[in-house]
């Protein structure tokens, strides 16, 4: 099924990572079905060539009723590309995957596009986020970042018996003082959050601001050095909601724990749980390598997607 002549349709994403290993390693990694399972999904099926198509099932698989559970390939240009598509609310969707060397590596650049516009509470690209850099944790930590679960993921038909809150978790291999750091230090939190001018004021009530003020966290409501920090959150016309992120010694490592609460109902929750998962994702890459190497270019750009072709 395509989508109807007329649909609207959400623009582009677009988002690449860079590796710091060659293009032939990466490219071999990226179809090596053992590493899917790290990744991509609980179970692999399926083969990366023209005509053929790769599932993905199990619980931290990216598949709904409404996301399809398999990749189509249209085309593979080895070492250099791969079009494939992706059913979402019933229409095939076009994504590319090009693998360029860079000067530290390689870099895998992703563009998806056009979605259907009823699509776009699913967040498609904290998702993207998630998988690939998943995918880089797994490649040059020997480990993911965080696995989202999509058992429970249905933004499209929520109850309210579905939770009012966002719980994730990710463990890092560093001490406490650094991802307290990442999250507290103004020049280290600009390039975590792609934000130009953060402010952080180490205090009670003191600004904390991501972007412009009364688009994102607003003030600082609990703080201990390296153990915990709070922050009220607003974004737009939604209702003030806390973010508690707690950092727990666990021997030689950090557990990174994230409580956001406060919303009224399950439907404030969504986009949360996916973008919270996505930054503790980057979370692992930045402690542990130093950068995430994730830019994201944009969530919904518009633009020809002509060079799908």
């Not at 959150?233 to 950090?254: A, H, L, M, Q």
Request: contains cysteine; negative net charge.
């Amino acid at each position: 099924m395509s989508m109807e002549a007329g649909e609207d349709v959400l623009p582009l994403i677009r988002m690449r990572v860079g590796f710091r290993k060659p293009v032939e390693e990466v490219w071999d990694s990226f179809l090596d079905s053992l590493i899917m399972l790290q990744w991509l999904g609980n179970e692999i099926s399926g083969d990366f060539k023209p005509g053929g198509s790769v599932r993905f099932t199990g619980n931290n698989a990216p598949t709904t009723s409404e996301i399809g559970d398999h990749w189509d390939i249209e085309q593979v240009r080895k070492h250099r590309a791969i079009l494939g598509s992706w059913r979402i609310l019933g229409a095939e969707t076009l994504f590319i995957l090009r693998f360029r060397p860079t000067e530290t590596g390689s870099a895998l650049e992703l563009k998806h596009g056009a979605v259907p516009e009823s699509a776009k509470s699913f967040h498609l690209a904290s998702h993207w986020n998630t998988l690939l850099g998943n995918f880089k944790s797994v490649i040059e930590l020997r480990s993911p970042g965080v696995r989202f679960d999509y058992s429970k993921y249905r933004p499209l038909t929520l109850t309210r018996y579905d939770p009012k809150e966002v719980r994730v978790s990710v463990l890092l291999n560093v001490p406490p003082s650094l991802p307290f750091d990442v999250f507290t230090n103004p020049e280290k939190l600009s390039r975590f959050v792609r934000a130009e001018t953060p402010v952080v004021d180490k205090q009670y009530a003191g600004l904390y601001t991501w972007w412009a003020e009364g688009k994102g966290p607003v003030v600082i409501t609990s703080l201990e050095q390296e153990r915990e920090l709070e922050f009220s959150w607003v974004y737009g016309d939604e209702r003030e909601t806390r973010v508690n992120i707690r950092f727990e010694p666990v021997k030689d490592s950090t557990l990174v724990t994230l409580h956001h609460h406060g919303f009224n109902s399950p439907e404030d929750v969504i986009g949360y749980d996916i973008g919270w998962t996505s930054i503790l994702t980057e979370l692992k890459l930045i402690c542990e390598l130093g950068d995430s190497g994730i830019v994201r270019l944009s969530d919904w750009e518009e633009e020809d997607d002509s060079d799908f072709i």
